[in-house]
């Protein structure tokens, strides 16, 4: 037979003999009609190539297959983990590989072989998040940049967390359209983070200064980033501010204060266990009694639960005001109410002090974001 008349040559012909060879075997595999007998002799002769002493022998049977959906499944396996400039050719071409594959080659192989699998044309989610999970900065840098990668949500938080302090993989997150905001704050922090480390900014600011600084600018920030969440993105957001420590009193009341409601009410959602239908219902209309201890139920002090209840009063007064304006008021009223007051709580009051900074650093970007685009349209 024609295969059995190929192996016998093979032993004893040049490599650049047996590398047309191969390639022509494996181009015969795909195109030609066979018997069944000839295909399983033709596949056998394809994985005695395998131990072919030659790369270039290799290479040659890689570049017939790799993009063969028909091509011999441990063929293909066997090529992905010979070096890299064989594997590459399957890795990056073949439809063969399942999901489990891809993951399996991840975990076992190099760098290299990671690298190669999220430049595939197609990585799924369940590739991807093993990527997330195990990827150095390299391959992750190469996911990110991948259109046809289906990065999930809790991948894209995963990579935040583990390289949110590499200013190139931070870039390529915050460029992506639709980045959940929750990993937009994790990147934040990051910012805040490399802000505080550079030994510029700490040659020129002292520590306290600088630790004040990056608060604020870390403050700011979430509250901006909590005024501009969708709806379908509340929740999550929410969690993620809990577990950081974020959902302090003071960026309640702030959210509370400057009309960010939808967010309000899922944090109040989030941190009192109830139903949010029922919140949001006790939030627009409920007895202040209601209102109260729906606060305290979410583990607000009872001396700091009677500022959030008249805030409330505050809110829905001035949200009956078809365009909105007295909104801005609500903080400043608080204020005037708390501090007139002859026996107001040290906690009430230091807490609207705290709500009154987050105002004015919130009043400040604004003032600044108005400022560059007065300056872009004059240009």
């Known amino acids: 037979m024609i295969i059995e008349a190929f192996l016998r040559w093979a ?11 191969a390639n022509a075997l494996g181009r015969a595999y795909l195109q030609s009609a066979m018997s069944p007998e000839e295909r399983s002799a033709a596949e056998m002769a394809m994985i005695y190539i395998l131990d072919d002493s030659s790369p270039r022998v290799r290479l040659s049977l890689a570049e017939a297959v790799a993009r063969a959906p028909n091509a011999p499944r441990n063929v293909i396996l066997a090529l992905a983990e010979d070096q890299p400039e064989i594997a590459g050719q399957v890795i990056l071409l073949s439809p063969i590989f399942t999901d489990g594959d ?3 080659l991840a975990l076992r192989g190099s760098d290299v072989t990671r690298v190669l699998i999220a430049s595939r044309g197609q990585v799924s989610r369940p590739v991807c ?21 289906s990065l999930p949500r809790a991948s894209l938080k995963r990579i935040a967390e583990r390289f949110g302090g590499q200013a190139d993989i931070r870039g390529l997150l915050l460029a992506r359209d639709a980045l959940p905001s929750d990993v937009r704050h994790l990147l934040m922090r990051h910012v805040c983070d490399a802000m505080a480390g550079s030994g510029l900014i700490q040659a020129t600011i002292d520590a306290g200064r600088l630790q004040h600084i990056t608060r604020e600018a870390g403050e700011a920030a979430t509250v901006s980033i909590a005024g501009t969440v969708a709806h379908d993105d509340i929740s999550d957001l929410v969690e993620h501010l809990r577990q950081s420590g974020c959902l302090t009193p003071a960026f309640l009341m702030h959210a509370l204060c400057t009309g960010k409601v939808d967010f309000f009410a899922g944090a109040i959602t989030n941190l009192s266990g109830c139903d949010e239908r029922r919140v949001r219902s006790i939030l627009s209309s409920g007895r202040t009694y209601a209102v109260r201890a729906l606060y305290e139920s979410a583990g607000l002090p009872h001396d700091i639960s009677i500022v959030f209840v008249e805030a409330t009063l505050i809110w829905r007064e001035a949200s009956r005001v078809a365009d909105g304006t007295k909104l801005d008021n609500v903080s400043a009223r608080l204020m005037r109410k708390f501090r007139v007051a002859e026996q107001s709580p040290a906690a009430a009051i230091q807490l609207l002090e705290m709500v009154e900074k987050l105002a004015n ?19």
């Open 11 to 21: 032993e004893t012909a040049k490599a650049e003999g047996r590398a047309r060879a």
């Open 129 to 149: 998040a093993a990527l997330a999970e195990i990827g150095g900065e390299t391959e992750i840098l190469c996911l990110l940049e991948n259109d046809g990668a």
């Open 102 to 104: 891809l993951v399996d």
């Open 361 to 379: 650093a919130e009043r400040r970007q604004s003032a600044r974001d108005f400022v560059a685009l007065a300056a872009l349209t004059a240009a």
